[in-house]
């Protein structure tokens, strides 16, 4: 299975504040095929942009997931932990 790759794009302080994380959506992910609106996305954490390829593509309601997309998620940066994890999971191949 391949990792999962996220970076963060928040400031050094851990502890206050908002962070960005971005994570590529695998084939075969919890994810892939469904649209923005019928995801359960962690609590805390909204999605703020998708790229898909050279394009960035607002995530509307009704916008759907493609394997190969790289989600960004922001959230309070006290719930790192909690919101990488939940995201590993909904983005990474369940095969």
Same mark, same amino acid.
Do not use: K
């Given at each position: 299975?391949? *990792? !999962?790759? %996220?970076?963060?794009? @928040? +400031? ?8 960005? #994380?971005?994570? +590529?959506?695998?084939?075969? @992910? ?9 995801? /359960?996305?962690?609590? @805390?954490?909204?999605? =703020?942009? $998708?790229?898909?390829? /050279? &394009?960035? =593509? !607002? +995530?509307?309601? /009704?916008?759907? $997931?493609?394997?190969?997309?790289? =989600?960004? !998620?922001?959230? +309070?940066?006290?719930? #790192? %932990?909690? =919101? &990488?994890? *939940? ?9």
């Amino acid at each position: 299975m391949a *990792a !999962v790759a %996220a970076v963060a794009h @928040s +400031p050094s302080r851990a502890s206050s504040g908002n962070a960005v #994380l971005e994570f +590529p959506v695998e084939f075969g @992910s919890a994810i892939a095929g469904l649209r923005v609106g019928d995801i /359960e996305w962690p609590d @805390s954490a909204a999605p =703020v942009d $998708i790229r898909r390829g /050279e &394009r960035e =593509v !607002v +995530p509307r309601r /009704e916008e759907t $997931i493609m394997p190969g997309d790289y =989600v960004f !998620v922001m959230f +309070p940066t006290g719930d #790192l %932990a909690q =919101v &990488r994890a *939940a995201m590993v999971a909904l983005c990474s191949s369940r095969m």
